[in-house]
């Protein structure tokens, strides 16, 4: 079944059970975070949620039903990607990377299969009546507070777009840009961007306030499931994500211009916010938000956004998410993303074998990675590799293991590293860029990071002891037991 919107993601959803609907009437503000953040906590990630009757804050019925949790588990996410294993797409990654021409005709038409494949990524720009457009509120007609936008948590600074694809382009080469940045409500016509400095977004902001221009921008609030997974990824600069939610769901991302700014957004989006950004306007505040950390984030100044068109889809369902107290429906979109981009970490540092962001962590706090170790030394050269790489140069805690641990069993992961680390040989501390949400920092965005190497130590690094083997179980007896298992009562 082809995903392209989210209807069809929902009724995909019904079809495995992984649906509840919520029938009584519930309330934006906050009641429908704390019914949420209860089913995000069940184990494996709790049911998605549709609540059919949600309440505004006027206390009067949205005519929009809100889906949350969409993402939040294993299963969801694989099906929002087209997959049964994540590890499906990290896969085709590594084929394609492995363009090398072979020799002979016949090689070289084996070689046409996945040049093909390359070709159908772009999105395709369509024109016509498409179903992000067949309600289109301009003017005096514009009404923000008809849209269900949850309200989080009691000190959150107002009502918070959350699962967002914010678009924007380069104004100097055109390249799009799509991002997942919460947005606040700040009253029906205007709303205000949370872009942190190291995002794209905020750089394509800068660009055009340097040129004393107004910026067009599209919020666009629920899309095929591939192209909303594909606004949280960490792409290098200048991949275009709908390219990429193209080669996730192996069929191009069909686009459309949005009503009153030069931007394109998903032909079958359920909602979009158009708008713009004036320069010489000054900063608005923004926040507080209770953010994936646990902790609320500080109110900070951000710009804002004059609204000048909402589309939506005429039974448009507005897509949530909340984020707070790990574990939450994030950590199934930071999950994928981890075992996606496998193959690009490998590229550059092909020692790695696998690695692991536990939702304990908050994506950046802590970073578990094993290697096969050749060399003295090798665990720090990866530690550099890492904080060097892209947004994993936020990565607060690296534990670097060898290749035969599960890094994504934190339990065996921990029970390893504090095993293996004498402390003040294997840890080194760093400086360096620092997540905008981390308070603990010594200065707003840069503070210190720490690597522990649990790696087994070679005579070259000091240790000269016999280095213990692993407790383990001989294969016979195992095999003996395991045939044994049913009758002696313990299997269930």
Same mark, same amino acid.
């Given at each position: 079944?082809?995903?392209?919107?989210?209807?069809?993601?929902?009724?995909?959803?019904?079809?495995?059970?992984?649906?509840?609907?919520?029938?009584?009437?519930?309330?934006?503000?906050?009641?429908?975070?704390?019914?949420?953040?209860?089913?995000?906590?069940?184990?494996?990630?709790?049911?998605?949620?549709?609540?059919?009757?949600?309440?505004?804050?006027?206390?009067?019925?949205?005519?929009?039903?809100?889906?949350?949790?969409?993402?939040?588990?294993?299963?969801?996410?694989?099906?929002?990607?087209?997959?049964? !294993?994540?590890?499906?797409?990290?896969?085709?990654?590594?084929?394609?990377?492995?363009?090398?021409?072979?020799?002979?005709?016949?090689?070289? %038409?084996?070689?046409?299969?996945?040049?093909?494949?390359?070709?159908?990524?772009?999105?395709?720009?369509?024109?016509?009546?498409?179903?992000?457009?067949?309600?289109?509120? !301009?003017?005096?007609?514009?009404?923000?507070?008809?849209?269900?936008? %949850?309200?989080?948590?009691?000190?959150?600074?107002?009502?918070?777009?959350?699962?967002?694809?914010?678009?924007?382009?380069?104004?100097?080469?055109?390249?799009?840009?799509?991002?997942?940045?919460?947005? !606040?409500?700040?009253?029906?016509?205007?709303?205000?961007?949370?872009?942190? /400095?190291?995002?794209?977004?905020?750089?394509?902001?800068?660009?055009?306030?340097?040129?004393?221009?107004?910026?067009?921008?599209?919020?666009?609030?629920?899309?095929?499931?591939?192209?909303?997974?594909?606004?949280?990824?960490? %792409?290098?600069?200048?991949?275009?994500? $709908?390219?990429?939610?193209?080669?996730?769901?192996?069929?191009?991302?069909?686009?459309?211009?949005?009503?009153?700014?030069?931007?394109?957004?998903?032909?079958?989006?359920?909602?979009?916010?158009?708008?713009?950004?004036?320069?010489?306007?000054?900063?608005?505040?923004?926040?507080? $938000?209770?953010?994936?950390?646990?902790?609320?984030?500080?109110?900070?100044?951000?710009?804002?956004?004059?609204? +000048?068109?909402?589309?939506? /889809?005429?039974?448009?369902?507005?897509?949530? +998410?909340?984020?707070?107290?790990?574990?939450?429906?994030?950590?199934?979109?930071?999950?994928?993303?981890?075992?996606?981009?496998?193959?690009?970490?490998?590229?550059?540092?092909?020692?790695?074998?696998?690695?692991?962001?536990?939702?304990?962590?908050?994506?950046?706090?802590?970073?578990?990675?094993?290697?096969?170790?050749?060399?003295?030394?090798?665990?720090?050269?990866?530690?550099?590799?890492?904080?060097?790489?892209?947004?994993?140069?936020?990565?607060?805690?690296?534990?670097?293991?060898?290749?035969?641990?599960?890094?994504?069993?934190? !339990?065996?992961?921990?029970?390893?590293?504090?095993?293996?680390?004498?402390?003040?040989?294997?840890? /080194?501390?760093?400086?360096?860029?620092?997540?905008?949400?981390?308070?603990?920092?010594?200065?707003?965005?840069?503070?210190?990071?720490?690597?522990?190497?649990?790696?087994?130590?070679?005579?070259?690094?000091?240790?000269?002891?016999?280095?213990?083997?692993?407790?383990?179980?001989?294969?016979?007896?195992?095999?003996?037991?395991?045939?044994?298992?049913?009758?002696?009562?313990?299997?269930?």
């Amino acid at each position: 079944m082809s995903l392209d919107s989210v209807a069809d993601f929902i009724q995909a959803i019904d079809g495995i059970g992984e649906l509840v609907r919520v029938a009584e009437p519930v309330s934006v503000h906050l009641e429908m975070c704390e019914i949420a953040d209860r089913t995000m906590k069940l184990p494996g990630g709790g049911p998605a949620l549709l609540f059919e009757r949600p309440l505004l804050r006027d206390g009067t019925t949205s005519a929009y039903p809100v889906a949350i949790n969409l993402f939040g588990s294993m299963k969801r996410m694989a099906l929002a990607l087209g997959v049964e !294993q994540l590890d499906e797409h990290g896969a085709r990654i590594t084929q394609l990377m492995d363009l090398k021409v072979p020799e002979g005709l016949v090689g070289k %038409l084996s070689l046409l299969p996945r040049l093909f494949e390359v070709s159908k990524f772009p999105p395709r720009l369509k024109h016509g009546a498409p179903p992000c457009q067949e309600v289109v509120w !301009q003017g005096d007609e514009i009404d923000l507070d008809r849209i269900p936008v %949850l309200t989080t948590w009691p000190e959150d600074g107002g009502p918070f777009f959350t699962m967002t694809a914010v678009v924007s382009k380069d104004p100097a080469r055109g390249i799009r840009n799509v991002g997942m940045y919460r947005v !606040q409500q700040l009253d029906k016509r205007s709303v205000a961007m949370h872009w942190q /400095r190291h995002k794209t977004g905020a750089a394509h902001w800068r660009e055009m306030a340097a040129r004393g221009e107004k910026m067009p921008v599209c919020i666009v609030v629920g899309a095929d499931p591939a192209s909303m997974y594909s606004a949280s990824a960490p %792409l290098p600069p200048g991949v275009d994500e $709908f390219i990429f939610a193209g080669f996730l769901r192996r069929n191009p991302v069909k686009l459309v211009k949005a009503v009153t700014c030069d931007i394109e957004v998903p032909w079958d989006a359920e909602l979009v916010i158009e708008g713009y950004i004036d320069p010489a306007e000054e900063l608005v505040v923004e926040g507080p $938000f209770g953010d994936h950390t646990g902790y609320y984030s500080e109110a900070d100044l951000y710009p804002k956004v004059h609204v +000048t068109a909402v589309t939506m /889809r005429r039974d448009m369902t507005y897509v949530a +998410t909340i984020v707070g107290r790990p574990p939450m429906e994030d950590f199934y979109l930071g999950h994928a993303t981890e075992r996606i981009f496998l193959p690009l970490l490998k590229l550059t540092t092909p020692e790695i074998v696998d690695y692991h962001m536990p939702a304990e962590g908050g994506f950046h706090n802590l970073v578990f990675v094993s290697i096969r170790k050749s060399y003295p030394g090798q665990a720090y050269k990866v530690m550099n590799a890492l904080w060097g790489a892209g947004l994993m140069s936020l990565a607060k805690v690296l534990v670097v293991v060898d290749d035969w641990v599960n890094v994504r069993n934190t !339990q065996e992961a921990w029970w390893v590293a504090l095993n293996n680390i004498d402390p003040e040989r294997d840890v /080194r501390f760093t400086l360096g860029p620092m997540d905008v949400l981390d308070h603990s920092s010594r200065a707003f965005t840069f503070g210190s990071k720490m690597g522990l190497d649990a790696t087994k130590k070679m005579p070259e690094e000091g240790f000269t002891r016999a280095w213990p083997t692993v407790i383990e179980m001989d294969a016979a007896t195992k095999a003996k037991m395991d045939a044994a298992w049913a009758r002696l009562g313990l299997a269930k």
